[in-house]
C-alpha cells in the first residue's frame, strides 16, 4: 500500500526502512499528578537509504520516538516495523544508537571498544580489526586507536561514536542529539563527516535535533512534529544530494528552508512553553 505523506510524496510502507504505525505512548501520573500522553497517533514511513530529521519543541517526543524506534521502550499502542519486522525489543544486530552522551568504556581502548561492540553484530571475528581501521580511517581517528576515551576531547569521542555506529554494518542508525554538547565549528565538521559517511554507505539515519540549521544541513527529509502530545504536523523535503559541502549553508535556499522550519515551529515552541507552565502551576498547588 503506498502513503501520501504531507509533503506530497508517496513512500511505499512495504518497502520503507522504518514504518511508524499509528504509535501512541502513555506515561502513568505520579501520586496525583495526570497521566502524561507523550505521543499522539504517530504513523510515518522512512525510506531506506535517507536521512531524517525529528525536529519539534521540548517535550514533544522526539527522544520517545525514537526510543521506540530502537526498541529501548515498548508503545502503549500502535506498533514500528523495521525492514517489514515488528519491534518488540533491542536489536543491536539491525539498529545502532549514538546518543548525545559517548557510550565508550573508558577502562577500553578505542580499538577495544569497538572489539566489544562487535560482540553483539553479525560480524565475524576475521573481521573487526580491520573494520575497525577503516572506520576510524574514515573521520580521521586512526591514530587514536589505541588511546582511552578519557584521551580524547568530547568532539574527539563523538567522532569514534559515529565511526563505531557505521563499523557495526547495520542498516539503520539512530542518533539523540549527538553533537548536541559540542561548539558550532565541531558541530559543523561533524555534520559534514555524516554526510559524506551516508553518501558513502546508503545507511537509513533518523537523528533529532533542536538545530534548524543541523537539520537542514543532514537531512533528506524533516519530519516537524507538534507540542505535547507529540504528533506529526508536517514533512519538509530537502532536495540536496550527499555529501554535502559548507558552501549549502551559504546559499539562499539553505536559509529559506532554515526560514521555513522557523515558521512551523515557531507556534508549536510558544504552545510548548505554555504546557510546561500550566503543568508547573498545577504541580504548584498540589
Not at 517535550?59 to 515498548?74: D, R
Request: aromatic letters at 6%; one cysteine or more.
Amino acid at each position: 500500500m503506498n502513503k501520501m505523506t504531507p509533503a506530497g510524496q508517496i513512500v511505499s510502507s512495504q518497502t520503507a526502512a522504518i514504518s511508524i504505525q499509528n504509535v501512541r505512548q502513555q506515561y502513568p501520573g505520579r501520586h496525583s499528578s495526570a497521566a502524561v500522553l507523550a505521543l499522539d497517533d504517530i504513523s510515518l514511513d522512512i525510506p531506506r537509504g535517507e536521512f531524517v530529521c525529528l525536529l519539534g519543541p521540548s517535550g514533544c517526543g522526539k527522544s520517545t520516538l525514537l526510543n521506540i524506534v530502537g526498541g529501548l521502550i515498548k508503545p502503549t499502542a500502535g506498533k514500528v516495523q523495521v525492514s517489514g519486522r515488528t519491534i518488540d525489543g533491542p536489536s543491536p544486530r539491525d539498529i545502532a544508537f549514538i546518543f548525545q552522551e559517548s557510550t565508550l568504556l573508558p577502562w577500553y581502548t578505542i580499538r577495544e571498544n569497538f572489539h566489544v561492540s562487535f560482540k553483539f553484530s553479525r560480524i565475524a571475528r576475521s573481521e573487526w580489526q580491520s573494520r575497525t581501521e577503516e572506520a576510524l580511517a574514515a573521520v580521521g581517528m586512526s591514530r587514536f586507536i589505541d588511546h582511552y576515551p578519557e584521551q580524547l576531547s568530547v568532539g574527539m569521542r563523538q567522532r569514534v561514536n559515529l565511526a563505531r555506529g557505521i563499523a557495526l554494518g547495520t542498516d539503520i542508525i539512530l542518533m539523540d542529539e549527538p553533537f548536541a554538547a559540542l561548539d558550532e565549528q565541531t558541530r559543523m565538521v561533524l555534520g559534514e563527516d555524516l554526510s559524506e559517511l551516508l553518501a558513502k554507505t546508503g545507511k537509513t539515519i533518523v537523528f533529532v535535533t533542536h538545530s534548524l540549521a543541523e537539520a537542514v544541513f543532514l537531512s533528506d527529509r524533516v519530519y516537524v512534529m507538534a507540542a505535547r502530545p507529540g504528533r506529526l504536523k508536517t514533512i519538509v523535503e530537502i532536495d540536496e544530494p550527499h555529501p554535502r559541502s559548507p558552501d549549502f549553508m551559504l546559499t539562499t535556499r539553505f536559509g529559506d528552508l532554515r526560514n521555513q522550519l522557523y515558521g512551523l515551529l515557531r507556534d508549536e515552541v510558544r504552545e510548548g512553553l505554555q504546557i510546561e507552565r500550566k503543568s508547573s502551576a498545577a504541580a504548584g498547588r498540589t
